[in-house]
């Protein structure tokens, strides 16, 4: 995963008030298993900002996948 991919959590992280399925944005790389993410409201307010294992987070497509 990149800086500025939109990602969606795949299981709940209740330290932080966020839940399976919560979409959110990478800001920064942390290291090799580990990206901080913003989770914003549909008016763009940030309502958290936390650091999240890569192995938590699914990666949002929004355009088709090319045919190999």
């Known amino acids: 995963m990149r ?3 939109v990602v969606a959590m795949l299981e709940d992280m209740p330290s932080q008030h966020l839940l ?3 979409v959110g944005t990478i800001v920064e790389e ?5 990206v901080l993410v913003e989770f914003g409201n549909l008016d763009g307010e940030a ?3 936390t650091p999240v294992a890569v192995v938590m987070l699914m990666a ?3 355009s088709p996948a090319l045919a190999a």
């Open 3 to 5: 800086l500025l991919d």
């Open 47 to 49: 309502y958290a900002l």
């Open 30 to 34: 942390l290291d090799d298993r580990n």
């Open 60 to 62: 949002q497509r929004h």
């Open 20 to 22: 399976k399925g919560q």
